[in-house]
């Protein structure tokens, strides 16, 4: 498995377009922002459709972050925090 | 050096508090996210900073991620991308 944060910009209109995908995949942490394991598979699976969703607009912009084990990310949350009940980290 | 990826979620009204103090250490990415190298100290300082902001409000809420080495995230970028003239990765 893989960890993957995933982060976008986009206009309000287009922004159901990535929540309903990445909800399928991974945790929705707040706003324009995700995060989770996956397996490679999918890993690869999600940047494609990043790739893919931001290329349909041209204000659109996407950031994908792979860390192979969450043994190398310090995670710090502050506040209520919706990975908590998934024991993200 | 450390990277860290930064985001948070606050009312309108008060996000301002969070883009003064991370722009001096770290490039807006866009919305609510902020990425940057910072030395260890600085890092601990931005930690420090968050939880005091996230503490003045019950809504606010923020994760701090940091990789000791860039060499262990995997960042790919889609779209227009504020980091790429800071030569983040």
Tied chains: 1, 2.
Excluded at 16 to 27: A, F, G, S
Excluded at 66 to 71: D, F, G, L, R, T
């Amino acid at each position: 498995m893989v960890h993957l944060i995933v982060i976008y910009d986009a206009k309000a209109e287009r922004t159901r377009h990535y929540r309903t995908y990445l909800r399928r995949h991974l945790t929705h942490l707040q706003q324009s922002v995700f995060e989770g394991d996956v397996t490679a598979g999918t890993a690869d699976e999600i940047r494609e459709t990043m790739d893919g969703l931001v290329s349909e607009s041209a204000y659109d912009a996407a950031v994908v972050y792979e860390v192979s084990s969450q043994s190398y990310l310090k995670r710090e949350a502050y506040g209520d925090d919706p990975a908590d009940d998934k024991h993200i980290l």
